[in-house]
């Protein structure tokens, strides 16, 4: 099934690239350059003025069924997804998974109608106890930086069977400790992409992906 497929590849990618820009093409490119470092799991937020062009244009050239080694292969999703009419039209634009900042019932409903994988922000253990209810597969940890990579085992110790995805604050220093906490997978967001606004030079997200990809196969050693 392609849903579990996908699900697969975003835990074996480890790292998800959580990008926000000002506009579609400076999305397509910092896109493009984390693909070049490593990171192969892109969301584009939906914050980012006409996403979906930059959705639409990332789906046509990247494609999550080319072999893995391939430059064409990447997995290219949606973030901060507010409701189920976004959802669809992101689906509509190419978008291979859905993240959004908060647990919406209905945005998961639509999503589990089309086996699109969904990963909704939760905070709480009775948020991810709803979650799961609702057929979840992978919650989303909003913001990591309230919380300590020990918190993971927290929740699992009540709920073994959630995946937990922290994003906000994982930076080089703690995906270790995230990984080696029990995260499904880490979403890293400014600090792949900070420097390389910052300097107009979006070669800096491919060097900052590949730090991330090293670390993150460190962690799973």
């Known amino acids: 099934m392609k849903k579990l497929r996908i699900i697969n590849q975003i835990h074996e990618g480890g790292v998800v690239a959580v990008l926000r820009g000002n506009s579609p ?54 973030g901060t997804v507010l409701d189920p009419e976004t959802a669809r039209a992101a689906i509509l634009s190419g978008s291979e998974f859905v993240v959004g900042p908060s647990l919406n019932p209905d945005t998961v409903k639509l999503c589990n109608r089309y086996r699109v994988p969904i990963m909704p922000g939760v905070m709480t253990a009775k948020e991810i106890q709803e979650a799961l209810d609702l057929g979840v597969d992978v919650v989303k940890l909003f913001p990591g930086n309230l919380y300590s990579p020990s918190m993971i085992k ?68």
């Open 154 to 221: 927290a929740f699992k110790g009540p709920l073994p069977q959630a995946n937990v995805m922290p994003t906000g604050g994982v930076n080089l220093e703690n995906l270790k400790d995230w990984i080696k906490a029990g995260a499904f997978a880490v979403g890293i967001g400014s600090d792949l992409t900070t420097d390389a606004l910052r300097e107009k030079d979006y070669s800096l997200v491919a060097k900052k992906s590949a730090e991330y990809i090293e670390a993150f196969k460190a962690a799973i050693k």
């Open 25 to 78: 093409e400076e999305v397509v490119e910092m896109a493009k350059q984390s693909i070049a470092g490593g990171i192969k799991i892109i969301e584009v937020t939906l914050t980012v003025p006409f996403a979906l062009r930059a959705i639409e244009k990332l789906a046509a050239e990247y494609s999550s069924s080319a072999p893995a080694d391939s430059d064409k292969y990447a997995v290219i999703g949606a």
